[in-house]
C-alpha cells in the first residue's frame, strides 16, 4: 500500500451523458512517462549525445531541437540513415525541454498515417518519403512538429502502436512508455474498449523491420507489414523491468509483496525468446468525468464548487530507485453534428466519388426566408479537437522505512504568476487541496514548486501579458504559515502557534518544532533554527546570509518540504505572506486531522454534499 496522493486539475468540462448531457462529447486522458533519473553532470551539450535526446528534462528556452526528417535516400541505406540519426543527436541542446525521445518522433515520421481516420475535408500534406506519414493529422494537415511528440499519437487514443520511446525495451534508462493513469469521460459505456486498448498490460504489435540500425518503417498493419517485408511483433508495456530478479520463481515473489502493480515473467516482445520480471502498472482508471459548465474553465459541482480535479496515486516503482517523470493531460472534444464513432475515412470530401464531408470549412447555409446565405464559423481541423496539457519534470524518490505503508497526502501550490487575466486559462496562486480531512494515521507532504524565469510578454497567449505579483517580477515563491483562522489574513507568530508541537519530519526527524516552522517560513532558504543531524550550521537562521528577504526574492522558487506525521488530531489553518493579497488572490489552505473513521465520514460527507450541489446548480 504505497499510496502517495496527488492531485491533478480538470479544467474541460465533462458529467455524464445520461444523467447530465451536454451539448459535446468529452473524454479526458490523463498519462504518465517515467525514467530512472540522472545523475548531476549527466547532462551536457558536450557529453553523450545519447542524453541529449533521451532524457527527460525541462527547458529554459522555449525552441525545438534541430531536427532533420527522413528521406527515400536512407531506406536502403544504413549509412545513411545513421549519419541522420547522430547528425540529430549532436544537434540537440539540452536547454531545449524534451519528454518524448527524438527516436520516437522519427518513427513517427516513417509510419504511415491511418488512411481510415476522418478527416473532412482537410488534405493532408505528403512529406519527403513520398507518403503522408503521422506526423499529419486532421488537427495538423500540414505535419508541424512541437518538441519530438507525435501528432497523430497525440489526437487519438487508445493509440494502435506501442508507445515505447526507444525501438525496444529500454533496459538501461528504463524509459516507460506513455502509462494511462486515467480515463474520464462523459460515457462510461465505452471504458471496456478504453481497458482494452490501453497499452498498461495489453500487448500491442508494431511492424519491425530486419534494416540493421532502423527497425522502423511505413506499414501498420500485419497484412501490409508482412508483404513489405516486416515481421509483425507484439509488444509489452513496463513500468519497470527488475534486473534483481533472474528467475520466474523470484518474480513471483515480488508479486506478492507488490498489492498496486501486475508483476510477471514475461517476455518484452514476442520474437525473442527471453523473459524477464516486467512491472506493469495497474489497468487505467475509467470513469466519469467531472462536470464542468461550457467554455467555463472553473469550479464544478461534482466537487461541491470545488476546482474540478482527480485525486492521483502517484506509480510505485519496487526498485525503490529515483525516476524523473512527466504527466500530461488531454482532453478531447467532440461534436454531435456527426457521430464521433461511427464517421470515418468514408465519409471524408471526395468530389471524384461525389462524397461530401458531414462537416466543412466556414460553409454558407440557407436560413431560409429568402434571406442570402449566412456563413458559419467552422474550422474542420477544429471540430472533434484534442487540447493538452503537460507539467514540468518531477522526481518519484523512494519511501524512508518510517513511511512504509502509509498513505502520503500530497499538499503543494497551483497556479502561476499573474492576475486573474493574465494567468488566464490558468489560475492564480492557490494551495491544492485548499481543504482537505484526512486520517490522523496518515501523512502530509508539504512541498512545492516554482520558477524564476516566467516570460509572460506580448502576446501574452490566451490572457493578457503582465506579471502582476509580489516580489521579483518573473519569480514564483510561497511559504507556509500558521494563522488563527481561515478567515484570517495574518500569521500567527511561531511562539502562539499549536500547529508545529504535533507534528514531526519523516524527512528529518531530527528536525524540531522551531526547525519545522523556520524552513516553511522561509520556503527552505534557512533549513531550521539551529543545526541537526539533516540541517548544516551555516543554513540556519541568523547564521546563512544575506538574510531571507522580506518577499522571499532570495528564497528558492521550490521547495521539497518535509514530509509530516502527526501526533494528534489536529486543525490549522495556514497562509502564503508574500502572495495573499486580500481582493486580489488568496492563498490560504484548511487542513483537518481527525480519527480514521470521522476521515471516511468526511469523504463520504464530501461526495454528498458535491451531489447536493450539483441539484442546486442545475
Not at 431560409?368 to 487540447?387: K, V
Request: hydrophobic share 30%; aromatic share 8%.
Amino acid at each position: 500500500k504505497q499510496w502517495y496522493q496527488r492531485r491533478v486539475a480538470i479544467t474541460a468540462g465533462g458529467g455524464s451523458e445520461d444523467t447530465n448531457p451536454h451539448k459535446l462529447n468529452c473524454d479526458i486522458v490523463i498519462q504518465y512517462m517515467c525514467q530512472n533519473d540522472v545523475t548531476a553532470g549527466t547532462l551536457t551539450n558536450n557529453g553523450n549525445a545519447d542524453n541529449r535526446v533521451e532524457v527527460i528534462r525541462d527547458g529554459v528556452q522555449t525552441n525545438n531541437n534541430n531536427y532533420q526528417p527522413p528521406n527515400q535516400n536512407e531506406a536502403n541505406n544504413n549509412n545513411a540513415y545513421a549519419a541522420r540519426i547522430n547528425g540529430n543527436k549532436n544537434q540537440a541542446d539540452i536547454r531545449n525541454g524534451m519528454q518524448e525521445s527524438m527516436i520516437w518522433y522519427d518513427m513517427c515520421k516513417y509510419r504511415e498515417a491511418n488512411a481510415g481516420l476522418f478527416t473532412a475535408d482537410q488534405k493532408l500534406r505528403q512529406q519527403r518519403l513520398g507518403y503522408v506519414d503521422s506526423a499529419s493529422t486532421r488537427q495538423n494537415p500540414n505535419g508541424n512538429r512541437n518538441g519530438y511528440e507525435c501528432p497523430e499519437e497525440r489526437d487519438y487514443y487508445p493509440y494502435w502502436q506501442p508507445t515505447l520511446m526507444s525501438q525496444t525495451a529500454d533496459l538501461t534508462r528504463q524509459t516507460t512508455p506513455w502509462i494511462d493513469l486515467a480515463f474520464l469521460t462523459s460515457n462510461t459505456s465505452r471504458c471496456d474498449i478504453i481497458k482494452q486498448g490501453s497499452f498498461n498490460q495489453n500487448g500491442i504489435a508494431r511492424c519491425v523491420y530486419n534494416n540493421g540500425q532502423r527497425t522502423y518503417g511505413r506499414q501498420i498493419s500485419e497484412a501490409a507489414c508482412t508483404q513489405d517485408g516486416g515481421t509483425w511483433v507484439t509488444f509489452q508495456s513496463y513500468l519497470e523491468i527488475l534486473d534483481d530478479a533472474t528467475t520466474e520463481a523470484a518474480c513471483t515473489a515480488k508479486q506478492a509483496t507488490d498489492t498496486r502493480n501486475k508483476i510477471s515473467w514475461l517476455q518484452l516482445r514476442s520474437d525473442e525468446a527471453t523473459k524477464r520480471c516486467v512491472v506493469q502498472a495497474p489497468v487505467v482508471d475509467c470513469t466519469t468525468a467531472p462536470w464542468t459548465r461550457v467554455n467555463h474553465n472553473g469550479n464544478s459541482a461534482d466537487n461541491a464548487g470545488n476546482a474540478s480535479r482527480y485525486d492521483a496515486v502517484l506509480p510505485h516503482f519496487p526498485s525503490g530507485k529515483t525516476k524523473r517523470c512527466v504527466l500530461r493531460l488531454r482532453y478531447n472534444i467532440s461534436t454531435d453534428d456527426y457521430d464521433p464513432f461511427q464517421t470515418d475515412a468514408n465519409d471524408n470530401e471526395n468530389t471524384q466519388e461525389g462524397v461530401r464531408s458531414p462537416v466543412e470549412q466556414n460553409p454558407l447555409v440557407d436560413v431560409g426566408a429568402n434571406a442570402r446565405p449566412l456563413r458559419l464559423a467552422i474550422n474542420t481541423n477544429q471540430y472533434g479537437r484534442t487540447f493538452q496539457d503537460r507539467s514540468h519534470v518531477f522526481k518519484i524518490v523512494a519511501r524512508t522505512t518510517a513511511m512504509a505503508g502509509k498513505v502520503i497526502h500530497n499538499l503543494n501550490v497551483r497556479g502561476k504568476r499573474g492576475n486573474i487575466v493574465q494567468t488566464y486559462p490558468a489560475v492564480e496562486y492557490d494551495f491544492i487541496p485548499g481543504r482537505a480531512t484526512i486520517s490522523k494515521d496518515d501523512l502530509v507532504h508539504i512541498q512545492w514548486t516554482g520558477a524564476n524565469n516566467h516570460n509572460n510578454q506580448p502576446n501574452g497567449g490566451d490572457g493578457q501579458t503582465g506579471d502582476a505579483g509580489e516580489g521579483t517580477g518573473g519569480t514564483d515563491r510561497s511559504n507556509f504559515l500558521e494563522m488563527q483562522g481561515e478567515i484570517e489574513n495574518y500569521p500567527v507568530p511561531f511562539e502562539n502557534t499549536t500547529f508545529w508541537s504535533k507534528v514531526e519530519s519523516l524527512t528529518n526527524p531530527a528536525a524540531t518544532a522551531k526547525d519545522l516552522f523556520v524552513s516553511m517560513m522561509s520556503s527552505g532558504y534557512y533549513c531550521g533554527a539551529a543545526a541537526n543531524a539533516g540541517c548544516a550550521a551555516n543554513q540556519v537562521i541568523g547564521t546563512k546570509q544575506p538574510a531571507l528577504n522580506n518577499l522571499l526574492n532570495n528564497a528558492p522558487a521550490s521547495y521539497f518540504g518535509h514530509v509530516l506525521k502527526f501526533k494528534e488530531a489536529l486543525s490549522v489553518a495556514y497562509m502564503c505572506s508574500r502572495n495573499n493579497n486580500f481582493s486580489n488572490r488568496s492563498q490560504k489552505g484548511i487542513l483537518w486531522v481527525v480519527e480514521k473513521e470521522q476521515a471516511a465520514n468526511a469523504k463520504r460527507s464530501t461526495r454528498k454534499a458535491s451531489l447536493d450541489f450539483r441539484k442546486k446548480t442545475n
